[in-house]
């Protein structure tokens, strides 16, 4: 007699053991939702400008509907090397040293699976966006967390940082301006972080997908510091400063042998990204900078409406200096963010993801977005403070 097959007991125990994500359990309730106000998923609510749109029409016009290089197209990988020189203070050889993935999040699961061998150790800081201590875990790691305060405006310290190394310790991940605080780092502080990962012979693995939206001061890239170019791996795309998610459109720059590695994950697995979204982020890098600086203006007007809410409300807010998120802090209401996040979605249709979706260090928080029009942020906090005395009242 045949043993019943059971397809659970067949799946690997690194990914029996996942949650899923957070964000898309909490929005696959507010699918069933009507009428509700989202300030959840982080995607900008502005369209792909058309100039950038119009590149992809024109592309696919031209036939050009067939594989790149695994690399992706060298013209795409020449213009981000002459955008990212002058931007953030680093240098890249365009043929050996810079490879074009699906979206930021394969370029930093095909770094992780580069990187590490089973048991090495990772570090990233926390809250911090869903995907990362996952990816670490399918690349057969040990995601190491390390947790950002409010009152250091969701920085990440370099002692911190140094506490939790240990001799398995292989990788830090970074992310700043960081999903879901819109916390930055100052220059002085990646000196000091940088000082630590050559002091420990460590890789860096640096997302800046939020960079071009810092509303204050500069954004200074971990990869331009001394010392540091030849030991990080630079992870950058297009989905958020150009409105480009569906694109699916993202890059890696580092060291020729890290990137070589890359390659080969990359080629046998995607093979190549999208030839019509390469072409359409040709546009989008060369011609798209008015777009960005107009978009984010817009993001800052919300910004500082929100957050300034927020603290009226009685929900302490910082103010994020990049990204296009607010994390309030909602710890007095006596509920857990996922209760807080729940009840308000059932009670005054809106929608925030629980500050919990993005690591133990996120409990007591609630992450807002605030690229939604500035009518409907109105809106969304009038519902919130109405939620918000109820709840005070008991």
Same mark, same amino acid.
């Given at each position: 007699?045949?043993?019943?097959?059971? #397809?659970?007991?067949?799946?690997?125990?690194?990914?029996?053991?996942?949650?899923?994500?957070?964000?898309?359990?909490?929005?696959?309730?507010? +699918?069933?939702?009507?009428?509700?106000?989202?300030?959840?998923?982080?995607?900008?609510?502005?369209?792909? =400008?058309?100039?950038?749109? /119009?590149?992809?029409?024109?592309? !696919?016009?031209?036939?050009?509907?067939?594989?790149?290089?695994?690399?992706?197209?060298?013209?795409?990988?020449?213009?981000?090397?002459?955008?990212?020189? =002058?931007?953030?203070?680093?240098?890249?050889?365009?043929?050996?040293?810079?490879?074009?993935?699906?979206?930021?999040?394969?370029?930093?699961?095909?770094?992780?699976?580069?990187?590490?061998?089973?048991?090495?150790?990772?570090?990233?800081? %926390?809250?911090?966006?869903?995907?990362?201590?996952?990816?670490?875990?399918?690349?057969?790691?040990? #995601?190491?967390?390390?947790?950002?305060?409010?009152?250091?405006?969701?920085?990440?310290?370099?002692?911190? @940082?140094?506490?939790?190394?240990?001799?398995?310790? &292989?990788?830090?991940? !970074?992310?700043?301006?960081?999903? =879901?605080?819109?916390?930055?780092?100052?220059?002085?502080?990646?000196?000091?972080?940088?000082?630590?990962? +050559?002091?420990?012979?460590?890789?860096?693995?640096?997302?800046?997908?939020?960079?071009?939206?810092?509303?204050?001061?500069?954004?200074?890239?971990?990869?331009?510091?001394?010392?540091?170019? %030849?030991?990080?791996?630079?992870?950058?795309?297009?989905?958020?400063?150009?409105a480009m998610t569906g694109f699916r459109i993202g890059y890696a720059c580092?060291?020729? %042998?890290?990137?070589?590695?890359?390659?080969?994950?990359? +080629?046998?697995?995607?093979?190549?990204?999208?030839? @019509?979204?390469?072409?359409?982020?040709? /546009?989008?890098?060369?011609?798209?900078?008015?777009?960005?600086?107009?978009?984010?203006? +817009?993001?800052? !007007?919300?910004?500082?409406?929100?957050?300034?809410?927020?603290?009226?409300?009685?929900?302490?807010?910082?103010? =994020?200096?990049?990204?296009?998120?607010?994390? #309030?802090?909602?710890?007095?209401?006596?509920?857990?963010? &996922?209760?807080?996040?729940?009840?308000?979605?059932? %009670?005054?249709?809106?929608?925030?993801?629980?500050?919990?979706?993005?690591?133990?260090?996120?409990?007591?928080?609630?992450?807002?977005?605030?690229?939604?029009?500035?009518?409907?942020?109105?809106?969304?906090?009038?519902?919130?403070?109405?939620?918000?005395?109820?709840? &005070?009242?008991?």
């Amino acid at each position: 007699m045949a043993t019943p097959f059971q #397809p659970q007991q067949f799946i690997a125990r690194t990914i029996a053991g996942l949650p899923r994500s957070g964000i898309r359990e909490f929005f696959d309730i507010v +699918q069933s939702q009507k009428e509700v106000i989202s300030l959840g998923v982080g995607e900008p609510d502005f369209v792909t =400008p058309w100039h950038i749109r /119009e590149a992809a029409i024109y592309a !696919l016009e031209r036939g050009k509907t067939t594989y790149t290089s695994n690399l992706g197209l060298l013209k795409l990988r020449e213009a981000i090397a002459a955008h990212l020189a =002058p931007r953030f203070g680093v240098r890249y050889d365009p043929k050996k040293q810079i490879l074009i993935g699906v979206g930021v999040s394969e370029t930093l699961d095909i770094a992780l699976r580069a990187l590490i061998n089973p048991g090495d150790e990772v570090i990233y800081h %926390e809250p911090c966006y869903v995907s990362y201590s996952p990816s670490i875990a399918m690349a057969h790691g040990v #995601p190491v967390a390390v947790s950002c305060r409010a009152e250091d405006n969701f920085a990440v310290r370099a002692e911190a @940082i140094e506490a939790a190394i240990t001799p398995r310790t &292989k990788a830090l991940m !970074l992310n700043f301006p960081t999903n =879901p605080t819109g916390g930055t780092m100052t220059r002085a502080d990646l000196e000091k972080i940088a000082a630590v990962v +050559q002091r420990h012979n460590l890789v860096v693995l640096t997302d800046e997908i939020y960079s071009e939206l810092t509303f204050e001061g500069e954004h200074v890239s971990i990869a331009s510091l001394p010392g540091m170019i %030849e030991r990080t791996i630079f992870l950058h795309g297009f989905s958020k400063a150009y409105a480009m998610t569906g694109f699916r459109i993202g890059y890696a720059c580092g060291p020729a %042998e890290l990137i070589e590695a890359m390659m080969k994950i990359h +080629q046998y697995s995607m093979l190549c990204a999208s030839i @019509i979204s390469q072409e359409a982020a040709i /546009e989008a890098i060369e011609h798209g900078e008015p777009d960005t600086t107009e978009m984010r203006e +817009q993001y800052k !007007l919300r910004r500082n409406f929100i957050v300034k809410a927020f603290n009226d409300i009685g929900l302490p807010c910082h103010l =994020p200096r990049g990204s296009f998120y607010a994390f #309030p802090c909602i710890k007095s209401t006596g509920l857990s963010s &996922k209760d807080f996040a729940f009840r308000l979605l059932q %009670e005054e249709k809106v929608a925030c993801v629980p500050g919990s979706a993005f690591g133990a260090s996120g409990e007591g928080y609630l992450r807002a977005c605030f690229a939604t029009a500035l009518d409907q942020i109105q809106i969304a906090t009038d519902r919130l403070a109405r939620f918000v005395a109820k709840v &005070k009242r008991g």
